[in-house]
Structure formats: structure tokens, C-alpha cells
């Protein structure tokens, strides 16, 4: 029981407190440096900012209110900053700067967290150096220290969290502070993303509960009532101004009724990341096994961290690889050095085993460039990825295999700064780089050729007197530069209300997070007039349900009982349409 017994040694290597720990940061700041990127998803989130700030209100499309995104804790906190440093100007580039530091320091953050946890174990050099380099060779961990979106924030929450959980399952006494700041803590990682339920679930039950036995009922209940209010304010938010609990995505991503096809993308998406990034998969797997060994509250984590993977697997996985075993992955590396049952032996053969995988994963993989540690930006996305299998590290997938779509990492990077990397990707070797002449650091991002073209297209939307309907899968930095101005029905539902909740077009076509929906007939002429205009005699009543909801006045009798009747009743449309 290494940690265990590290509570009452006083026994302290002084040379790795002194200087260990600041390689650590230096080596997490180089791969963090060389591995930065902005997935196009993110600018769903800053689509929403734009129109916030700019008062068109907190939605995707500003005709009408709906939740397009899963994050408001991380939105929340990046539209202030983007405010507060850049204002309202319209610029891709701002959110890059905003994003860049806000993941830098909450990345260190959880760095620190994992660091002062390694540090009573009382390690030699080389047990230290085999663990922090195994962590560092995980393409997901790394991958999600930047990207955009919120997992940075997450990894910092976990590890808030988590160190006070697993501290306080060894006293077995906690305060009625103590408990009111965990219940905090699994309120913003809720608000961070709403599906952290399954982590934090079962963990803030076993802390209310130990609260209860410590503190009685009645402290326990104003620590609850307390630590709850931001998530119950937001969900009260929510439902006043979307109409719904859940964010729009949710129900975007309910759409196909084929439990087969899921499952069994759920099982290929969880297989490619073992091929691809096997440390990922063995540390889960290890603080699984190790916490059913440690006790009740390890217990319990390790049936969240199995809660986690169940969900992956049953929601069919995600477009990028490695993406929803992230933050399991930061909750398995607190567990494995928290855990009660592990002699030192066995820590030392466990390390071992990950350094083993770390080692031969680019043999394994068949794809060195996708190793963080490697830190180069050579890639060719079919040479390491099939038709049909999502992409891991600073790549995302496209579905027909087209290499214009094959990264995210090429255009969005912090290596464009100072190189131009030419289309098919070159090493930092190479001698034909050059230093780059263009737009920084937008590129070449996604669909869009560069940073210039997203403020021509933006003047192009700008230009037109009236709004513009464009119908097609919308993205997230094309519909960031169309602008408010422009309304998109996006052919994926995450932003589209009605769509959302049509059945799929292809039921024997699964893409996770991006299930293309058909146009009913009339739905783009309703959004321009502003009128019902759906040809369908039955899905007619339906959509002006949903528009009594998104577009109606917010406290009409109408509005409240069909936000009843969408929430209680009929959920998702699934009769055949026109």
C-alpha cells in the first residue's frame, strides 16, 4: 500500500521535489507547445459566444433559442475572457488566444494535482521518469490538453476533486466546508459537461453519505442545498429559456434506432484506441481492477470508470478517437496512485508494463506521428486510418475519407507561426519548410482555405440586407464566419431543433455525433417567413410545438404547455415524413 504507507513516512527525496518536478512542467509545456491544435467543434461553442456578446442572445441561430452546445461551464468562462481581452470584435483568431492560455493553465493545473499525489509515493528517479513518461505517451491525454473544447477544464476539475475525494477515504472524517466544496466541484463538472454524472455520480453520493454519518443531517443538507444551486440555477435557466433540460445535441444523437449498429461502433471506436493508444485503455483498466481491491469509495470509482466506458460504447463512440475516455483516463491516473491495495512491487511492475506499451505503441499503432512525444507534424491521414474508423491525435475524422478534411492540427497549430506545412504534411527535418507568410494561425483549417476567407465571408453575409438560409452540414468554423446574419439548418441536427428529433435518413448508416437528417419540404421557406410552412399534415402541429418553444414570447401559457408536452410526451418525432 504505497500511498498508504507514504501518509506517515517523513521520508522525502528532496532532489526530486527540488528539480523533479520542474522538468515535468518543462516537458508538459514542449508537448503541449508542439501538440496544440483548435478542432472545428469548438467553434459551435464560440458561434454561441459571438452571438451572446453581441446581444443576439445565448443560441446557435439568433431566429430562434436553442442549446447547441454541451459545455456552458466552459463557454461561460471563455466568452468572459474573450470579452474582457478583445471585446466584441469579430476575429477566429481571438478565441485561438483565449483558448491557447485558458488550456495551458488548466492542463498545469491537473499536472500539479497528479504531481503532489506522485510525490508521498517516495519514487527514485527512474520509477518517477517511467510513470510521467507513460502518462506523456498518451495520445488522448495529450491530445485534449488543447483542441478547444472543454476537456482541459475537466482534466482540472478531476483533479480537484478526486485528490480531496480519495484524501478523505482515508481519514473517513469529513466537514461540513469539505462537503459543500465537492458538491460544488461535481456541480461545475456537470455544468462542464453534463454526462460527468457518471463519474462524479457515485463518488458525491459516498461524500454526502460519510457527511451524513460525520455531520448529520441537517449540515449535510445546507452543504447540499449550497453546493447544488449553480447546477439547479442552470438547469431552471435551461428549461425557462431553451425549453429543454438537455442541450439540443443530446437529442441530435438519439436519432438512430439501431442498438446493433451502435453497439458495435461503440466496439470498434474502443478497439482503435486500444491499437492506437493502448496506455490509454491499460491505465483504465488497471484502476479498475485496483479499486475493486481498495475499499468502498475506490469501489466506487472504479464502477464509475466502468459506468464510463459502458456509455462509450453504448452511444457508439465519438468521431475522434480517444475524445470520451479523456477524462476517464485523468480519474484512472488519480486512482492508480491513490490505490489502497498495491504493494510496491507491484507499482514497480505495473509502470513497467505501461512503459512496455509506450514504448512499442508506435510499432503497435503503425502510426509514430500520432505519438505526443514525438512532437512532429507529419501525418497523412489515410496512411494510418480506414474508411469508417475514427482519427486519433490532432486529426479528425471525415467519413468519406477525404484527406481535405483530414486535420485540424495542420491549420489550427502553433507550429503555423513560425512554419508553413504544405498540404500533405512535411517533418520539422525537412528542409523544404519554410517560415510562414500566412495568416496566423488559421491557415488551412477544415473547409476553409484561410483566416482571410473567413472575414470575406463574413462581409458576404453582412452584405445582404436579410438573413441568409443555408441548408447543409453547417460545421463549426463556417458557420462561426457566416456570422449571426446567417441562419443555418444544419443536416446534422446539433444546432436544428426540428431535426433534431426526426429518425435518421440512412437507419443502416451510423456516424457517431453526426447523423444526417432530410429537409422536411417547406421547413427552410417556414424559417424565412416566419410562418408554418411544412407540407406534412403530421409533422406540421409538431414543428409549431417546437417553434411555440424556441421562437414564441418566453412566458406565454402556449410556450409552457408545449414545453411539457416535448419534454413528457413525444420527445422525438418517429413517424415517416415528407
Known amino acids: 500500500m504505497p500511498y498508504l504507507a507514504a501518509q506517515t513516512s517523513q521520508k522525502t527525496n528532496q532532489h526530486i521535489v527540488t528539480w523533479g518536478f520542474p522538468v515535468v512542467l518543462l516537458v508538459f509545456v514542449y508537448l503541449y507547445l508542439a501538440n496544440f491544435y483548435v478542432g472545428d467543434d469548438a467553434f459551435i461553442s464560440f458561434r454561441g459566444i459571438e452571438n451572446l456578446i453581441n446581444g443576439y442572445g445565448f443560441t446557435y441561430n439568433t431566429h430562434e433559442r436553442v442549446q447547441a452546445f454541451t459545455n456552458p461551464l466552459w463557454m461561460g468562462l471563455i466568452g468572459i475572457l474573450k470579452w474582457l481581452r478583445f471585446g466584441t470584435q469579430f476575429d477566429p483568431n481571438d478565441y485561438w488566444v483565449v483558448v491557447f492560455f485558458t488550456s495551458l493553465l488548466c492542463s498545469l493545473g491537473a499536472i500539479y494535482a497528479i504531481a503532489k499525489t506522485l510525490r508521498p509515493l517516495n519514487l527514485s528517479w527512474i520509477w518517477n521518469g517511467i510513470f510521467w513518461f507513460a502518462l506523456y505517451s498518451s495520445v488522448t491525454f495529450i491530445d485534449f ?14 483533479a480537484l476533486f478526486f485528490t ?75 428549461v425557462a429559456y431553451y425549453g429543454f433540460i438537455f442541450p439540443n445535441t443530446y437529442y441530435a444523437k438519439l436519432g438512430l434506432d439501431n442498438p446493433t449498429l451502435i453497439w458495435n461502433n461503440g466496439l470498434d471506436y474502443v478497439f482503435h484506441i486500444w491499437r492506437k493508444d493502448p496506455i490509454t485503455i491499460l491505465m483504465i483498466g488497471l484502476a479498475i481492477i485496483l479499486g475493486l481491491f481498495g475499499g468502498v469509495a475506490s469501489a466506487l470509482v472504479s464502477v464509475s470508470l466502468v459506468a464510463a466506458l459502458i456509455y462509450t460504447v453504448a452511444t457508439g463512440g465519438d468521431f475522434m478517437g480517444g475524445r470520451f475516455l479523456a477524462l476517464p483516463f485523468v480519474l484512472a491516473v488519480l486512482a492508480f496512485l491513490y490505490a489502497r491495495w498495491q504493494p510496491t512491487w507491484l507499482l514497480k511492475t ?96 477544415h473547409a476553409l482555405g484561410s483566416r482571410a476567407e473567413c472575414f470575406q465571408e463574413r462581409k458576404l453575409q453582412e452584405f445582404n440586407l436579410k438573413a441568409h438560409i443555408q441548408v447543409g452540414n453547417a460545421g463549426g468554423l463556417n458557420a462561426f464566419c457566416m456570422g449571426p446574419i446567417a441562419i443555418l439548418v444544419d443536416t446534422l441536427a446539433l444546432g436544428d431543433p426540428l431535426l433534431a428529433r426526426l429518425p435518421v435518413a440512412n437507419p443502416n448508416l451510423f456516424m457517431p455525433g453526426h447523423n444526417i437528417r432530410r429537409v422536411p419540404l417547406g421547413y427552410p421557406e417556414s424559417i424565412e417567413s416566419k410562418e408554418n410552412r411544412i407540407t406534412d399534415p403530421q409533422l406540421a402541429p409538431y ?27 413525444e420527445k422525438k418525432y418517429s413517424a415517416p415524413y415528407q
Open 543 to 569: 414543428y409549431e410545438r417546437i417553434r411555440s418553444v424556441t421562437q414564441g414570447p418566453l412566458w406565454s401559457s402556449e410556450r409552457l404547455s408545449n414545453i411539457l408536452y416535448l419534454n413528457a410526451i
Open 145 to 158: 490538453t488543447s483542441s478547444g473544447l472543454e476537456y482541459p477544464l475537466g482534466y482540472l476539475l478531476i
Open 350 to 445: 505495473e509502470l513497467l508494463i505501461l512503459l512496455v506499451a509506450a514504448v512499442v505503441q508506435p510499432v503497435l499503432s503503425l502510426s509514430p506521428f500520432l505519438v505526443p512525444i514525438a512532437a512532429i507534424v507529419d501525418y497523412e491521414p489515410s496512411r494510418y486510418v480506414g474508411a469508417g474508423q475514427p482519427l486519433i491525435s490532432k486529426l479528425t475524422f471525415h467519413y468519406l475519407n477525404n484527406d481535405k478534411y483530414g486535420s485540424y492540427y495542420r491549420g489550427s497549430s502553433l507550429l503555423n507561426k513560425f512554419f508553413d506545412i504544405p498540404p500533405g504534411g512535411v517533418g520539422l527535418r525537412d528542409h523544404s519548410i519554410t517560415r510562414r507568410t500566412k495568416a496566423f494561425p488559421f491557415v488551412d483549417f
Open 164 to 238: 480531496q475525494y480519495f484524501a478523505l477515504s482515508y481519514a473517513r472524517t469529513i466537514s461540513t466546508p469539505q462537503t459543500r466544496n465537492l458538491v460544488l466541484l461535481f456541480s461545475a463538472a456537470c455544468l462542464m459537461r453534463l454526462d460527468c454524472v457518471l463519474l462524479f455520480g457515485l463518488p458525491i453520493l459516498w461524500v454526502l453519505w460519510q457527511s451524513l454519518r460525520t455531520n448529520g443531517p441537517a449540515a449535510t443538507l445546507r452543504a447540499l442545498a449550497l453546493g447544488l444551486t449553480p447546477l439547479i440555477a442552470w438547469e431552471l435557466f435551461s
